[in-house]
């Protein structure tokens, strides 16, 4: 897991940090990457390719990306703000907060807890991505189409990643604090850390340099429209746009405490929904960040097994939003996200002091994020993937695990099917229609990684009941049930299957 590494002045890092950057972008052809190597030497910042294939700008530090399920780390920590200024506290029932609130499950909505939302724990529906308007009222109006989603698992039971969790979690903000969820983590978190070009909305981005994502049909790159943007989805990441300079602020504030003095130029107060600033606010946010307790980020709430953001084969765990994986020479805490056309990729380590930040626009940009991410792991940390034995399963065995997986609460399904001898995921791939096909190599008797393709590495675990027949398919880190006869599919569109 760990390898030699050989001691590289600050300069020659950069160097070769952008060279790899530039080869990869040879081979993956994204059209445009932000890219940010933190150190305690220095930070260093590489941009390449442009916004647009159709109004091409070259993509600058200042260039703004949607970074996706990342913005859950900054609902998180924006709670975390509340709570250390005796607002609320990480374990109270969201009912403290949200008295009406309402599930199917009524147990569960009784005995839900905001650090459950924090933690993916809920069990219900994670994947609800219904567009309830532009207007302040879109968190307490998707709210009410939660009420009516299923419970797939029993509270705290199987880890599944959980979206809707969020939407709670930022309504709560919202009820807590008298603001719109966007005002809230703007005053007490972005603006308090600089990050001034941060933003939620299209009306505020549209006057920056930004990136359009793109979707790779087949060999091409299309440019995704609309560029969608779901305000009810915000909590869990579906509007937050920011910059490699922004995602630098923020990582060494997680990896140090490092909040700019009140003389440093970070923009003026925080603005309200009207447009008003609240500077007052936002000082007291910063004395807030000050102060925090930022372990608790990062302390383990439980395992999920197969890691997210680990090397292939790896156990992770879930600390307060953030992913963590536990090496011996470093602990690593990672968040990422996807939304249609952008997918980033964001990791910290507060012992070594080394931070990893890629933003692209372009479908296939985790693929492109992960190799770049693992050259980091080996090249600064010295870390490096154990070897992972092939176990090669039965066709008994392997027919057994064969079969239909649902998507919950959609009309979409995965197949699983042995062709000459090797289990064969079919994905739907709802940007250019069909399905892709991953082919998975087995490590244990019910784990394999996928191989090839844009999700190499990722890996998949067969989950079984009581009496030993397999009841989830688990990918990455969403759970998909085995159709069964009396099993109906239901209703929205797919999420991409390696977004977080």
């Not at 994502?213 to 869990?236: D, L, T």
């Not at 940007?431 to 244990?444: H, M, N, P, Q, V």
């Not at 079984?464 to 397999?470: A, I, L």
């Amino acid at each position: 897991m760990t390898a030699p590494t050989t001691p590289a002045t600050p300069t020659d890092l950069a160097e070769r940090f952008e060279h790899e950057a530039r080869r990869l972008l040879e081979e993956f052809d994204v059209p445009g990457v932000s890219l940010g190597l933190l150190t305690p030497d220095g930070d260093h910042v590489v941009t390449l390719g442009v916004t647009s294939l159709e109004n091409p700008l070259p993509v600058t530090a200042d260039t703004i990306f949607q970074i996706g399920s990342t913005t859950k780390t900054l609902t998180s920590l924006t709670l975390s703000v509340l709570e250390a200024q005796g607002k609320l506290s990480r374990d109270d029932l969201i009912r403290t907060h949200l008295p009406d609130f309402r599930l199917k499950d009524e147990s569960v909505a009784a005995e839900l807890t905001i650090l459950d939302t924090l933690t993916h724990q809920g069990g219900f529906q994670g994947d609800l991505f219904e567009d309830t308007g532009d207007g302040d009222d879109a968190l307490a109006k998707v709210l009410d189409l939660l009420a009516d989603a299923p419970q797939v698992v029993p509270l705290r039971g199987h880890w599944s990643y959980n979206n809707a969790g969020f939407y709670i979690a930022g309504r709560v903000i919202e009820v807590v604090t008298g603001m719109t969820w966007e005002a809230a983590v703007t005053e007490l978190v972005l603006k308090p850390l600089g990050m001034t070009k941060t933003l939620f909305f299209p009306n505020e981005i549209m006057t920056h340099r930004f990136a359009a994502g793109h979707n790779k049909i087949g060999e091409e790159f299309v440019v995704q429209r609309p560029w969608q943007m779901v305000r009810s989805a915000g909590p869990a990441g579906s509007t937050c746009s920011s910059t490699v300079n922004d995602m630098a602020r923020y990582a060494h504030y997680i990896m140090s405490g490092t909040v700019p003095s009140p003389q440093e130029d970070t923009g003026a107060g925080a603005e309200d929904a009207s447009g008003d600033t609240t500077e007052a606010g936002t000082e007291a946010g910063a004395a807030t960040l000050t102060t925090l307790d930022r372990t608790r980020l990062w302390a383990p709430v439980r395992s999920i097994g197969i890691a997210l953001n680990g090397f292939p084969g790896d156990q992770g765990q879930i600390g307060q939003s953030w992913f963590i994986d536990q090496y011996d020479d470093a602990t690593i805490l990672s968040h990422g996200g996807t939304t249609v056309g952008h997918q980033s990729d964001f990791w910290l380590s507060p012992d070594r002091k080394v931070a990893f930040i890629a933003l692209t626009n372009g479908s296939n940009g985790h693929a492109y994020n992960r190799r770049l991410s693992e050259w980091v792991k080996r090249e600064v940390l010295g870390l490096t993937a154990p070897d992972t034995a092939d176990h090669q399963p039965s066709e008994a065995e392997l027919q057994e695990l064969a079969g239909t997986y649902l998507v919950v609460g959609q009309p979409l399904k995965m197949e699983a099917e042995v062709r000459g001898g090797v289990l064969t995921l079919l994905i739907p791939d709802t940007a250019a229609g069909g399905t892709k096909d991953a082919a998975l190599r087995f490590i244990a008797p019910d784990r394999a990684i996928i191989s090839g393709g844009d999700m190499d590495g990722y890996a998949i675990d067969f989950l079984r009941d009581d009496t030993g027949q397999v009841e989830f398919l688990k990918v990455v880190v969403r759970l998909y049930p085995r159709q069964r006869d009396e099993a109906p599919a239901t209703a929205q569109p797919l999420p991409a299957l390696e977004e977080a």
